[in-house]
């Protein structure tokens, strides 16, 4: 169930080091598939609603695939707490979740290519700036994930403080970059909406609304579970 501190436990506590590599390599290649076409699909639907091929597109493309690659690693519990079939799939969260950081920070780069370094002008005063603190903390958050599913970091936390962890971190990390993309893409969505033209919507919106529908199935799993507590209690 809990694979992602799973596999990293099973090194840290006796599969060979072979047999580990293997294991996740299998995952992580799996999980790569996914997250190229994921990555097309961005590209195309930016490019589409676009109308052209620019360093923006990329950039854009690479936001959209980071959050979309993202949602499943997290939404993935959820999925498996309220529907079976998931169940088989929970051991592809720690892949999709590492991929989906290696995509943002595509996006970053790119960023950065495309106005300098953002942050080293930052004065807190506009949205733009405020956008730019959220997307590298929630970065920051993203990078700490792995390290706590290390095998030293499951030595140092123990499984359980490393699955909360792992759970605050992500949270709290996509909620930071959808105000992120909120925050600096925001207008564009409201006069989309607006005109509806073009008839296709920004990427990056449908990627938000993707987003948004992840953290209310989170939320909807933990108000389940409270509620069966109070019945078990009761
Ligand atoms: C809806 C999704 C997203 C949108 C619309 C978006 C948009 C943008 C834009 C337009 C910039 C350039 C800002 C500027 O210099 O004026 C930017 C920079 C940045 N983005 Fe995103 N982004 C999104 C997703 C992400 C994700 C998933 C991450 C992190 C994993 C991220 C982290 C950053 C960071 C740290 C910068 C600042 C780079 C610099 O120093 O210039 N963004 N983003």
């Not at 999980?31 to 990555?39: N, W």
């Not at 105000?179 to 033209?197: E, F, M, P, S």
Request: hydrophobic share 55%; charged share 10%.
């Amino acid at each position: 169930m809990h694979c992602i501190v799973l596999c990293d436990t099973l090194y840290a506590t006796g599969v060979s080091r072979l047999q580990w590599y293997r294991m996740t390599g299998r995952l992580f290649r799996r999980a790569a598939l996914f997250s190229t076409f994921i990555t097309l699909f961005s590209l195309a639907w930016s490019i589409a609603h676009r109308n052209s091929l620019s360093i923006y597109t990329w950039q854009e493309a690479f936001a959209v695939a980071a959050i979309l690659v993202i949602a499943p690693s997290l939404a993935l519990s959820s999925f498996a707490y309220f529907w079976n079939f998931a169940d088989k799939l929970v051991v592809y969260r720690k892949s999709l979740g590492v991929q989906g950081l290696l995509l943002g920070l595509v996006h970053i780069g790119i960023a950065i290519v495309n106005n300098g370094i953002a942050s080293s002008a930052l004065t807190l005063e506009s949205t733009r700036d405020l956008s730019i603190v959220t997307g590298y903390l929630a970065t920051l958050l993203f990078v700490l994930m792995p390290v706590a599913t290390s095998g030293r970091g499951i030595r140092i936390l123990g499984g359980k403080r490393v699955r909360l962890a792992l759970r605050y971190l992500g949270y709290t990390g996509y909620l930071l970059v959808l105000a992120h993309g909120a925050l600096i893409a925001g207008d564009r969505w409201l006069r989309w909406l607006q005109t509806l033209d073009p008839m296709i919507p920004p990427a990056t919106l449908g990627a938000f609304v993707i987003g948004v529908a992840v953290v209310l199935l989170r939320i909807a799993l933990f108000v389940s579970q409270v509620h069966k507590k109070h019945v078990a209690r009761a």
